[in-house]
């Protein structure tokens, strides 16, 4: 028999100014030496400085690692393990995107389980016996949710594919949750990571092993997205857009987390992989030719994301009526926020598309679409997206 499963970090805390809680945080959990890890981008624009004052303020020693990118590859995760061995820490502050976040999950994995340090045995369902090192998650995108996630993705560039990695072991004990951190987000960045918590909202209400508990906040996810993430791009100050968009990613997270995905994320991994396309951009570009084509697996569920999405009278529509006013609300919310149109704008080669469909049909996000996908169908989105 099977059982439902939910697994979630342990404590959350939210809001403007919600770093200031790290400190204490740490020092009650009796952790003496702080490992963090972040990347250039985030030192450069002092993000990261926004809670390494904090660490300095409460005379907490600490050691930065930052070489991590944007779709981290295995040398970073490598690299990594080494420099937090060197530190002798014993906590792990991951602050920035799901980059840092994930990547930080990699080493604190590895760390405790050295069994895995390939990096690449760790894909797919991993049979780590320890719990990472502690790791203290600090998102400064509003997207991944890879704080509240058991999930982490790494790049293997030798056989070009990213690797989603799925471990309960992974999951961060504390969750800091600050939209201050993420006012300085670029507009586009913003967009994209956005729509990446509304691909996670929609894939995770969609997905075959979808269920009550799941939908809760799958829907609620939506609903706040709906709300917030027009505004968050327009005005990249207001803290009550931020702060929306912020929850409503720890939401969707809270939901896909346990239940899984869809093939928008099967087939924008291989374009993080073979392009280097940020994981929210393929994301958004993909998620509406998805849903055309997935609508006919699951016709009702469409009448309640456009209902999520803020679509009026959905209750007098039929079902298909309703599934094209839940896609096209979701083309209208990409346009307004700036999202490429087509794969051709984000420099994919079509030559390589039949490849991209190859990747995409073994990724393991494919079994939780839901409708079966053959190699042919991911190759048409991928034609139709082009
Ligand atoms: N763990 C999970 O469950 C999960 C879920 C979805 C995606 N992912 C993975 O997460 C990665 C993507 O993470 P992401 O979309 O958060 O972006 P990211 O971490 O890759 O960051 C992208 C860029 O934005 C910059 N940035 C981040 N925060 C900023 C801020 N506040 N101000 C200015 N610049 C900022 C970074 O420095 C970086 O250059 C991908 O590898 C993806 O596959 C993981
Ligand atoms: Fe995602």
Redesign the pocket.
């Known amino acids: 028999m099977s059982f439902k499963r939910i697994i979630l970090n342990e404590t959350s805390y939210f809001g403007p100014g919600a770093r200031s809680v790290i400190p204490e945080e740490i020092k009650r959990r009796g952790y003496s030496k702080v490992f963090v890890v972040?990347?250039?981008?985030?030192v450069?624009?002092k993000?990261a400085d926004a809670v390494l004052t904090l660490l300095s303020g409460a005379s907490l020693p600490y050691e930065v690692y930052d070489n991590?990118?944007?779709?981290?590859t295995i040398a970073n995760v490598q690299t990594g393990v080494a420099a937090f061995k060197a530190s002798a820490a014993d906590v792990i502050v991951a602050i920035?995107?799901?980059?840092?976040?994930?990547t930080a999950?990699a080493i604190g994995i590895i760390a405790n389980n050295p069994e895995f340090s390939d990096v690449k045995s760790l894909e797919g369902v991993a049979p780590t016996k320890q719990k990472t090192v502690p790791i203290i998650a600090v998102?400064?995108?509003?997207?991944?949710?890879?704080e509240v996630?058991?999930?982490?993705?790494?790049?293997d560039e030798d056989s070009v594919k990213?690797m989603?990695c799925v471990d309960p072991n992974d999951i961060p004990i504390l969750a800091v949750v600050d939209p201050e951190?993420?006012?300085?987000?670029?507009k586009g960045?913003t967009a994209?990571?956005g729509l990446?918590a509304l691909t996670?909202a929609i894939e995770g209400y969609l997905t075959k092993g979808a269920w009550e508990m799941s939908d809760m906040f799958e829907i609620k996810a939506m609903e706040l997205i709906a709300k917030h993430l027009e505004k968050a791009v327009q005005e990249p100050a207001n803290m009550e857009a931020r702060s929306g968009m912020a929850l409503a990613q720890y939401i969707a997270?809270m939901g896909?987390?346990n239940v899984g995905l869809g093939i928008v994320?099967s087939m924008?991994?291989p374009l993080?992989a073979f392009y280097d396309t940020?994981?929210?951009v393929a994301?958004a570009l993909l998620l509406p030719f998805v849903m055309e084509f997935n609508a006919s697996a699951c016709l009702e569920k469409y009448r309640d994301i456009a209902r999520a999405l803020g679509v009026k009278g959905t209750e007098s529509m039929s079902p298909q009526e309703a599934a094209d006013a839940a896609i096209n609300e979701v083309k209208r919310m990409a346009v307004s926020i700036g999202i490429p149109k087509s794969l051709r704008d984000i420099q994919v080669k079509e030559e390589d598309l039949p490849k991209l469909a190859e990747a995409a049909f073994k990724d393991v996000c494919t079994p939780g679409n839901p409708k079966q996908v053959s190699v042919q169908d991911l190759l048409a989105i991928y034609r139709t997206a082009f």
């Open positions: 972040t990347d250039k981008e985030l450069k624009h993000v991590v990118k944007p779709n981290p920035g995107g799901g980059s840092p976040i994930d999950k998102p400064t995108t509003a997207g991944t949710a890879s996630t058991i999930n982490y993705v790494i790049t990213k989603v951190l993420m006012v300085s987000m670029p960045l994209a990571t990446d996670h997270g896909f987390s994320h924008a991994h993080g940020p994981h929210g994301n």
